[in-house]
């Protein structure tokens, strides 16, 4: 168990062994909580200081006191919550009558990676370092020899050549040399398998005999995992159309991988498939063929319209202050936003936040394109939400669960590249797309959304599964095949052992609790939830309406749709998660519905090619996994 901090944490016992009344005892409660407070005012300033330190060019005047101080940020921000827990742990909830501080105890009792002793989360932390090593480390030599090209990474540089790459062949060899190199002397299995040992004895100090709990533990569900399975099969039929789809064009262009009318497909390709999902030659072919029906060019009319990054911001920003939403004044552009070096970054180039109260900031990535113009307004949802969450008690000022704030952030990149918001900013012409062109597009958001989200789903069950005991370490490689099988139609390129280990790199990156599969998965499936309800509130969805398709709506001038995200913004987490999404969809669960009517032309168009071509969906996969 954790040892509570002594000091204020010895008053509340007094209180608990003297019978003090009430109202002392909620004082004394209180004063636990201010006491950290005051601590987390210290690690908000060492954000202030990194923002400061960091330049126009995105270096530190001040040498390497940028990663001292991100470190120090980490170390006191993991003794602070650690601490906090300690004491609130011997807090009598029931004692308390004011909800909010019994809400606030609640959630700061119990806690992740940070609830474990320094030594093991020292240990975790390593163990991390090494997972992210795994995916961005330069650890693959695929035609085992580095001599004159040096090793290369998974993450971009394999996955790159995959992008590419149009022989079957070398997606194997990377595929085979990736997984050699993490895991020679079992080195990635048994990472593993120490990293799950922590995540259990985290578990323990939150007194969940099942560990999973505590993976899930801000979603406040009895069996979580159950209700993102149903949303799983709720969308399997939309899923197995357009699977049955990319099969026949896989067997058309990779021959040698002998993939059958009724099979599974190649995980090396399947990978590949969602790797190009935007990318222009990809092997994949759109369901109209010919250059009038191809998607417009975007890219210099926005280079013409919105000419730099900062225009851009603004523009994003413009977004939410038409929604009703706050205005960021001037002095946020001149002070609170700085521009990244164009090389610091990298592959994903993906802007930062920084959250210092009563202040919020902004490091944007410096590149002009469609995709970063979507992805900015994303991160002017995350500013909006730090500065109606920061009025909040200490505790509560932040989202209801893992992925709430992505949701929304998924509404408004859905929202900003459609045709009809394009033509708003006069970068198209008009504001939708010929039909052909709609459902070209609708064919890559289905590629880009569709795919990704059984292969998040498996990766979280294939851990859960592994932390709860359902899978044995014996077991590990055939049952991460079976769920394969059994939920995404994807099997291994060539005969696999039990004692292989063979999950993909998204895998090692959820397992990260801030990066996990779980709140990935949340995002995107809450996120066409919340998109369905602001257009149906700003009446530019109408269904049944072809004028107001759901896939071309853009919600921007709604103040109907901005009331809808400002009340979930400003309460934070002072309610529960299900509480929170009922304010915009009327809903308290997880549902395909939105992602269901978003896709809805597509699926009617997989149906009726496949029939047309004789293709059936499903799929029975080879028995490529050999229990030993």
């Not at 126009?56 to 001040?62: D, M, N, R």
């Not at 006191?65 to 919550?81: C, D, F, G, H, P």
């Not at 008690?393 to 989202?399: A, S």
């Not at 949340?522 to 919340?530: C, H, M, N, V």
Request: charged share 25%; hydrophobic share 35%; with cysteine.
């Amino acid at each position: 168990m954790r040892l509570p901090f002594l000091g204020v944490s010895l008053v509340l016992l007094l209180t608990v062994t003297f019978g003090i009344c009430q109202s002392n005892y909620e004082l004394a409660t209180n004063r636990i909580l201010d006491r950290a407070k005051d601590r987390m005012r210290h690690v908000w300033s060492l954000n202030r200081r990194i923002f400061v330190q960091l330049t126009a060019k995105g270096k530190s005047p001040l040498g390497g006191q940028v990663l001292n101080s991100k470190q120090e940020v980490e170390a006191e921000t993991y003794r602070l919550y650690y601490d906090l827990a300690g004491n609130l742990s011997v807090v009598s909830v029931a004692e308390l009558d004011d909800p909010l501080l019994r809400r606030r105890v609640q959630r700061m009792a119990k806690l992740q990676l940070q609830g474990l002793r320094p030594k093991d989360y020292e240990q975790a932390k390593d163990l991390l370092r090494q997972i992210h090593n795994f995916v961005n480390g330069p650890l693959v030599c695929p035609y085992e020899d580095c001599s004159t090209r040096g090793s290369l990474a998974m993450y971009p540089q394999i996955m790159n050549k995959n992008m590419h790459t149009k022989l079957y062949e070398d997606l194997v060899i990377n595929w085979k040399a990736w997984r050699r190199a993490i895991n020679e002397k079992d080195v990635a299995k048994n990472t593993f398998i120490g990293y799950v040992r922590l995540l259990r004895i985290a578990a323990t100090y939150n007194g969940h005999v099942t560990p999973s709990r505590t993976w899930y533990l801000n979603y406040d569900t009895e069996n979580f995992q159950a209700e993102m399975e149903a949303v799983v099969w709720e969308i399997m039929p939309l899923y197995r159309e357009l699977h049955a789809y990319l099969r026949r064009e896989v067997q058309t262009t990779y021959p040698k991988a002998d993939t059958k009318s009724d099979g599974a497909i190649s995980a090396p390709i399947m990978d590949q498939i969602l790797s190009q999902d935007w990318y222009p030659h990809q092997f994949f072919r759109t369901p109209h063929q010919g250059r009038q029906h191809q998607l417009p060019s975007v890219h210099r009319r926005l280079e013409e319209v919105l000419v730099t990054p900062v225009k851009i911001n603004r523009k994003a920003a413009e977004f939410f202050e038409s929604l009703g939403l706050m205005v960021m004044p001037n002095i946020f552009y001149d002070r609170f936003s700085r521009r990244m070096n164009d090389e610091e970054g990298g592959a994903e180039c993906k802007s930062q936040v920084f959250y210092f109260p009563p202040d919020v900031a902004l490091r944007y990535c410096p590149k002009l394109d469609y995709k970063k113009m979507m992805q900015i307004h994303g991160t002017m949802a995350e500013l909006q939400y730090h500065l109606y969450k920061m009025q909040l008690p200490f505790g509560l000022d932040t989202e209801p669960c893992p992925g709430f704030g992505a949701a929304i952030a998924e509404t408004v990149i859905l929202a900003s590249g459609t045709p009809r918001h394009l033509h708003r900013l006069h970068i198209l012409l008009n504001d939708s797309l010929t039909e052909e062109q709609s459902l070209n597009r609708l064919f890559r958001m289905g590629v880009h959304t569709l795919i990704a989200l059984p292969q998040y789903f498996i990766n979280d069950k294939f851990l859960v599964d592994v932390m709860d005991g359902r899978i044995g370490v014996k077991d590990y490689n055939c049952a991460y095949w079976g769920l394969q099988d059994k939920y995404a139609g994807v099997q291994p390129p060539l005969q696999r052992l039990n004692k292989d280990f063979d999950p993909d790199f998204k895998f090692y990156r959820g397992l990260n609790p801030e990066t996990s599969n779980t709140k990935k998965f949340l995002a995107e499936i809450l996120g066409f939830q919340f998109y369905r309800s602001f257009c149906l509130a700003s009446g530019q969805y109408k269904p049944g309406d072809p004028a107001f398709p759901l896939h071309n709506c853009d919600f921007y001038d709604s103040k109907e749709a901005g009331k809808k995200i400002r009340d979930m913004m400003q309460l934070g987490a002072t309610r529960h998660w299900r509480d929170v999404m009922e304010i915009a969809t009327g809903e308290r669960k997880l549902s395909g519905r939105g992602i269901l009517e978003y896709f809805a032309p597509l699926f009617t168009w997989l149906k009726e090619r496949n029939k047309q071509m004789d293709i059936e969906p499903g799929w029975d996969a080879d028995e490529l996994c050999r229990r030993d």
